[in-house]
Nanobody, 124 residues
Framework: QVQLVESGGGLVQAGGSLSLSCAAS???????MGWFRQAPGKEREFVAA????????RYVDSVKGRFTISRDNAGNTVYLQMNGLKPEDTAVYYC??????????????????WGKGTLVTVSS
């Protein structure tokens, strides 16, 4: 089992940057990790994923070239560096953990472990 706690959200102007962190307990290196977001009135959306070793990453098209996911297995933390933020990036951001890479990439349905989220607000 793993527990996840996100941090780093806040208010930023369009074009700015934020770095989100997700601290994990448990056997962190055993899990594929993902970041998801949910904007007001919208469904949850996959943002980025990173494999157990960190060698493989995936992104939703709308954040490619702007966001970077990384992980520190020794420190039990996964990060999401967000640059060039846009108002449409405003959402609650969640990290998630699963042993299934496919479930992470498939929108998170069935993913067993979630943090409580951190709010990112991008003003225009």
């Amino acid at each position: 089992q793993v527990q996840l706690v996100e941090s780093g959200g806040g208010l930023v102007q369009a074009g700015g940057s934020l770095s989100l962190s997700c601290a994990a307990s448990g056997t962190f290196s055993s899990y594929e990790m993902g970041w998801f977001r949910q904007a007001p009135g919208k469904e949850r959306e996959f943002v980025a994923a990173i494999s157990r070793s960190g060698a493989v990453t995936r992104y939703v098209d709308s954040v490619k070239g702007r966001f970077t996911i990384s992980r520190d297995n020794a420190g039990n933390t996964v990060y999401l560096q967000m640059n060039g933020l846009k108002p449409e990036d405003t959402a609650v951001y969640y990290c998630a953990a699963d042993t299934s890479w496919l479930r992470i990439l498939s929108g998170g349905n069935g993913v067993p472990y979630w943090g409580k989220g951190t709010l990112v607000t991008v003003s225009s």
